[in-house]
């Protein structure tokens, strides 16, 4: 079925904006004011640790950068009309073709919509071009906690490691 895919956390986010029912200081990030929690980082970091190499180091900021990147590739594909299938984010991750790590990532429940969120963003960059990609993401008001980095509007990327000893936004 087209335009199937499931990513929890967009669709949480949603839901959470509209209950009007989160804490600012539970905010780790919003895109155009739609609200993604601390909670939610947290639940998608601990399945992604649940998944990766004790032996790596893991960076929480980083995936909290590609938590962003999944769910501006869902809004970007969808005002762009690029049509995919759940296939069609599976077959590169399966085949190795966008890194192992998005392999590791796939089967765990929490980490594995964020694994077919990074394809998408593969996808969508793909069929409609980097520079067209890069204009729609800078349309997009994109806050970040502080604790987590600085939404950087020039590389489109969050920045820094972000820091604990800053208050929550």
């Known amino acids: 079925m087209r335009h199937r895919i499931v990513i929890g956390l967009v669709t949480a986010s949603v839901l959470i904006a509209t209950s009007g029912c989160t804490l600012r200081g539970n905010v780790a990030f919003t895109i155009d004011n739609v609200i993604t929690t601390n909670s939610q980082v947290s639940t998608v970091?601990?399945?992604?640790?649940?998944?990766?190499?004790?032996?790596?180091?893991?960076?929480?900021?980083?995936?909290?950068?590609d938590m962003i990147r999944a769910n501006l590739a869902q809004k970007i594909a969808a005002s762009n009309n690029v049509e995919y299938t759940n296939d069609d984010l599976l077959k590169p991750i399966q085949d190795g073709s966008l890194g192992p790590v998005l392999v590791t990532m796939l089967p765990d429940p929490y980490c594995g919509p964020l694994a077919l969120g990074l394809a998408l963003e593969a996808l969508v960059i793909f069929q409609i071009g980097e520079p067209v990609y890069k204009t729609a993401v800078s349309q997009f008001s994109i806050t970040v906690n502080p604790r987590f980095g600085v939404w950087n509007p020039e590389t489109l990327a969050v920045d820094g490691s972000g820091s604990l000893s800053k208050a929550d936004h």
């Open 45 to 65: 970091v601990n399945g992604c640790r649940s998944v990766v190499d004790p032996s790596q180091s893991f960076n929480v900021s980083g995936l909290v950068d």
